[in-house]
């Protein structure tokens, strides 16, 4: 076992206990969002995952069909989760109690078990550190909600933000065949196998959409342009009330500000703007005379050194998320399949509260196209040429 990736892991562990702690005791219950579990139920799922891959797979521990209910992701409803879970109290002790047994299992399980799949370069770890910072993000996402909805309005910026005119600087691919995905131990089922592709000509933006950009668009009428969404896009912008990305307020003053899990902050013109639904990144891109990448485009222009920024906000692509020619599900079959089903969205790169170990060019994210609390972004791309 690799001490280091051990003392990450524990890393991990202690973030998720310290963002539990940052909230009163009522507030880890509540469902700040209506996509989000409780705090209190991210902490005892870390566990519980853990639990599960070396208490029950390596070292052999009993099946808990209780803790399974209570913290299995197709277990209770995640409006049920809240008044069921055990306190922190409760739950930091039952993870001291872990910890202390845990590094005696994976020792125990690499002798006994040593060319298991699970142990052979350290997979658990490296599948225990990825997991754990997916949920800490989500968990940071939970906090944006909670603190939006404790925002009063009454922040002011310094330099208020300015629009400005969406631009890009775009490199060209001129066409030919590349490799995407990769086969690294460590990587996702859903990055491999690592295949050839003919990719056609495309031009992608060197950087994503600016925060005075987006202002732009906004000031130019484009969330009440029907020109620039579809039927289905009309139909979500209605519903949702969507004026303006999920995280940004106005305040009396009409100028406007950013609410993230700190708190309220100063928008900066040239940062990458987020809290985007995949319906508005698109119809931002029909503005500005372009189009989201398919996101081997986004990969082939991140591998050919095109991009920049590409770990400040999630991007959409404009593909729907796929199974790569000879998928093979690992290490269990409902990590990525279950969403191959034509409802969720690629999306590629990272945010600025992305844990580093999904930081990698291959690395898929996936999201129904409504989704807004997701710090999710935009990067142009076009055929080689302008747009008529």
């Not at 002790?93 to 005696?104: G, Q």
């Not at 093979?328 to 690629?346: C, E, K, L, Q, V």
Request: proline fraction near 6%; glycine fraction near 8%; aromatic fraction near 12%.
């Amino acid at each position: 076992m690799d001490a280091s990736l051990y003392a990450n892991l524990q890393k991990t562990r202690a973030s998720a206990r310290s963002l539990v702690r940052s909230v009163p005791p009522a507030e880890r219950r509540r469902m700040h969002h209506k996509d989000l579990s409780p705090l209190l139920w991210h902490l005892g799922h870390l566990l519980y995952v853990e639990q599960q891959w070396i208490g029950e797979r390596l070292a052999g521990l009993g099946h808990d069909a209780a803790r399974a209910r209570l913290f299995r992701p197709d277990g209770l409803r995640k409006s049920e989760r809240g008044a069921c879970m055990p306190d922190l109290g409760e739950l930091a002790h039952e993870w001291a109690d872990w910890e202390e047994r845990c590094v005696e299992f994976l020792s125990v399980a690499e002798s006994a078990h040593p060319h298991h799949p699970l142990l052979a370069g350290d997979f658990i770890l490296h599948f225990l550190i990825q997991h754990h910072g997916q949920h800490l993000e989500t968990m940071r996402q939970a906090l944006a909600a909670r603190a939006l909805a404790l925002d009063t309005g009454d922040f002011v910026p310094s330099h208020p933000l300015v629009a400005e005119a969406s631009s890009a600087d775009y490199h060209t691919w001129p066409g030919g065949s590349c490799e995407i995905g990769d086969n690294g131990p460590h990587h996702y089922d859903n990055e491999r196998p690592r295949h050839i592709l003919s990719v056609p000509a495309f031009a992608i933006a060197e950087r994503p959409v600016s925060n005075a950009a987006y202002l732009g668009f906004m000031e130019a009428g484009g969330y009440h342009d029907d020109r620039y969404w579809t039927c289905e896009a009309r139909r979500w912008r209605e519903s949702a009330g969507a004026e303006a990305p999920w995280h940004w307020r106005c305040n009396c003053h009409g100028s406007w500000y950013g609410v993230d899990h700190s708190g309220a902050f100063e928008l900066s013109a040239t940062a990458p703007v987020a809290g985007l639904s995949a319906y508005e990144a698109r119809a931002f891109a029909r503005y500005a005379r372009a189009r989201l990448p398919h996101e081997v485009e986004w990969e082939l222009g991140v591998r050919m050194g095109f991009l920049r920024d590409t770990s400040q906000v999630w991007e959409w692509c404009d593909n729907r998320f796929y199974p790569y020619p000879g998928f093979r599900a690992f290490p269990y079959r409902g990590y990525s399949m279950p969403w191959f089903d034509g409802a969720h969205t690629s999306l590629r790169g990272a945010s600025i509260i992305s844990d580093a170990s999904i930081k990698r060019p291959s690395f898929r994210n996936f999201h129904t196209a409504d989704k807004r609390h997701i710090s999710a972004g935009i990067r142009l791309c076009r055929p080689p040429y302008p747009l008529h």
